[in-house]
Structure formats: C-alpha cells, structure tokens
C-alpha cells in the first residue's frame, strides 16, 4: 500500500515509502532515540504542538521470562458521583499527532506486516513503537530493520499490559491536547483509512477513544473460517449500530491523550480500579478493563465502520477455547470490580442474557436426549422447530457478505451450531471458574 497525503482538507501530496520522523522535533516521542533507528526526513511538515520532551528511554533484555499469573482482583467500588456524558477540547485535525504503540513477544511472522500496514496510512503516524517483550526471535530486528523505534521491555512480569505501561508512563505526561496514542496487536493489519477516519472523530472531542471493527486474517483451517464468519457478523452488528460498540478491543483503538491522561489521574485518585497507570495490569482483559474506565470518566467511545482492521485468528479448538475463556472470564471480573452502576448494569445484562443463553441450550439439548431415551427417536416440539429455523436463517443472513459458500454453510445450521455449543462451552467454563473463585492465569 503507498501513502496518498492527507484527506478530507489536510495536506496534499504522495508520500513514498515511510511516514514522518521529524528530526530534531521537540516532541516527546520524537526523543526516544535510544530504543529507535535513525529519525527520518520530513517530506512535508505539518505544525505540531510544543511539547516539553521526555527522558529518553533506556531499555535492556529482561532475564529469563517468569510465568505470570494474574493476582485476584480486590472488590472495588466508585468513589466519585455519576458522571454525565461530556466531550474533550476540540483540536485542529491537522496538527495533531499520532504515536503508534505496538506490543509484541515473538511476532517476527507478522510484525512485518503489522508496521507496513502502518506505513501504508493514508495519514500515517509521526512515530511508531514496537514494544517488545520478552522476545526470542527475529522481532526486535525485523523492526529495526524497517526503522522505526523498538523498546524492549524492561524486568515486565505483566505481559502486554505491563509492557504498554512501561511505554506509556514516561511518554504520557508530556503529551498535549492535540496528541493521539494508537495502541494495536502485532497480529493486526490495519485497513488504510483507519488513522485519518479515526483522527477526525476524536479532533471533535466528542469522542474519547476510536476503536475498529476487525476481521479474521486468511488461515486457521476449517476453525479459522468459522471466525472469521463470527467476525463479520460482528462487523455486520456494528455497522447497523452506527459504530455503537461496547468494547474497545486490544486489536487496535486509537486515544486522545488527553483521555489516557484523565485515568492514571482517576486510579491515582481512587476513582478508578488499578495502579497508576493506564492499564491495570491485575485483570485478564485490559481493554475491556479500560473501556469501562473511559466510559466511567463520561466520556464517549465509538468503532466507526470505517475503521478496519485485520486480526490473527486462532488456528486450533484448543487455543479458540482458551481465548474465549480469558475473554469472558475478565469480562466478569472486570464487571465485579465495577460493581452495579450506570455504565455497568448494560454490561450485566448482557451477562445475564448470556447466562440464559446457556440454560436455553441446555433444555433443548436436555429435551432432545430426553426424547431418544424414552421413544428412542428424536421428536422435536414445534416451539423447537421455529426457534432452529430462526436461527438458521439467521446463520445464512449475517455472513452473506462472505459469498454464497458461507451463505449455505450457515443455512444448514448442524456446523454453525456445533461452534456456537462450543463457544458456548468457553463461557459456561468461565462462569464456572468465577463462581468457583478459581486462580485465573493467562
């Protein structure tokens, strides 16, 4: 992909090759030249805010990496009243800038990849950060090598939320309001327009966070194909939604600084679960730990249609099923941590429609078992039989966009079924292990 300048108004012109390092810049970011390669020359400046530099960061490989296990998230209840909905200070979309921040351990397949769908912006960041943790392979000279800054984590027990905060608390304080802070996976490829569609919703200050709507990359087998029908039933929801998300997901979210700055401000305070930082490092699921936090402070989140993006899927049932395990098992905690609030109760009760969910499956499967015990054949109730059409159509609708292949394959329900029981497995296992208080470990 090459850069095309900048949209909607901002400057014209083709940038070949790599974004914008700006050499001699007094921005924060721009005086990590000890984790970096060479800053590269500006083809076409663009005004930036003054802003009082950072120390430069010193990194060093961390020893032999010690398993984590995630410690068990104390009870927290809010110390401040209901916030009302609010916006941030308008900014001038023009000149604000943007530092990309991509945490990575072990990624040298993909973060090739990752940083040239980067590059490829049609508003591409002023500075790029691989953060890498923990890395035995090829990953911290691949990035290098591609010259953008590389920072290896430094003595890091708490994976990728750890290692972000590394990052992010020595460059956070010195940013201004027209600075923006992307945080994405190293297994994520972004869609071109991500940056500039992104930058312009949080330059309203309507927005406090811009997330994407993602897809599965090619890969995976027959288990991969399945994700990637959840995914574009996903994309499919948020689209109908106007970019309604409840989640910001690790995958990539793009943040206006001053929205990181207000919670570290908010956990310092008390007013928000967590240490000091921008992400709490006790919890299974940082963005969604995050997301809640945001949206606590009343400020607004949005994943616009626009926004694209590509993500690994898991290539295996067994890693699928771990996935989603950690996924809906720190969507629990981080609920309980939160408690009953104004935010959260649309949170709980997904969880409890969730949790109904499961109990409706099992009295159909219970039903079906029960029928063939007794007569010996499966007799199937018409309540039943509507409520399988219903969701075979549903099944064939929602991934027409995937060609007529999905299509069917959705339509004749046996398969799209068996996954959903096995997902359905996943979050029926982290209910369980929540009830039973069971040590959580990633």
């Not at 969880?351 to 079906?368: P, R």
Request: charged share 25%; aromatic share 6%.
């Amino acid at each position: 992909m090459k850069n095309t300048g900048y949209v909607n108004g901002a400057p014209s012109g083709r940038h070949r090759g790599r974004p914008e390092y700006t050499a001699g810049s007094d921005h924060p970011t721009e005086q990590l030249t000890a984790i970096g390669a060479e800053p590269r020359p500006v083809a076409e400046p663009r005004p930036a805010p003054t802003a009082r530099p950072t120390a430069n960061i010193a990194s060093t490989r961390t020893g032999t990496p010690r398993r984590h296990r995630a410690r068990k998230a104390e009870p927290f209840r809010l110390k401040t009243k209901r916030r009302r909905r609010r916006s941030l200070p308008k900014a001038d979309v023009h000149a604000m800038r943007i530092t990309a921040l991509v945490p990575a351990h072990n990624e040298e397949a993909q973060i090739g990849e990752t940083i040239t769908s980067l590059f490829g912006q049609r508003r591409p960041p002023e500075t790029i950060i691989v953060i890498a943790d923990n890395c035995t392979d090829r990953t911290v000279e691949i990035a290098r090598g591609m010259g953008v800054q590389v920072y290896e984590t430094v003595d890091n027990e708490h994976k990728k939320a750890g290692g972000l905060n590394q990052v992010i608390d020595r460059i956070l304080p010195s940013l201004g309001p027209a600075d923006a802070i992307l945080v994405m996976d190293a297994d994520s490829t972004l869609g071109p327009e991500f940056l500039s569609h992104g930058l312009e919703r949080l330059a309203s200050g309507e927005f406090g966070a811009v997330g994407g709507t993602f897809t599965g990359k090619p890969g995976g087998g027959f288990v991969g194909m399945l994700q990637r029908n959840e995914y574009a039933r996903y994309v499919r929801d948020v689209e109908r939604l106007q970019g309604k998300a409840l989640v910001l997901t690790g995958t990539a979210t793009l943040f206006r600084a001053l929205t990181l700055q207000e919670v570290v401000a908010a956990r310092a305070a008390g007013e928000l679960p967590g240490g000091a930082h921008v992400y709490d490092t006790r919890v299974l699921t940082e963005d969604n730990e995050l997301t809640l936090g945001i949206l606590h402070l009343g400020l607004r989140i949005v994943c616009p249609p626009k926004c694209t993006l590509m993500t690994e899927v898991m290539g295996t049932w067994s890693d699928l099923f771990k996935q989603r395990l950690r996924w809906k098992r720190g969507a629990l905690e981080n609920l309980t941590d939160y408690g009953w609030t104004h935010i959260t109760r649309t949170y709980w009760g997904r969880q409890v429609l969730s949790l109904i969910g499961l109990l409706v499956i099992a009295i159909y499967l219970g039903s079906l078992l029960l029928s063939l015990a007794l007569t010996g054949h499966v007799r199937i109730q018409p309540v039943w039989m509507v409520v399988t059409l219903i969701f075979s159509l549903e099944r064939a609708v929602s991934v027409r966009k995937r060609g007529p292949l999905q299509v069917v394959l959705g339509a004749l329900i046996v398969v799209e079924m068996a996954f959903d029981l096995y997902l359905q497995a996943a979050q029926a296992q982290a209910f369980w292990d929540a009830i039973r208080r069971k040590e959580r470990k990633w």
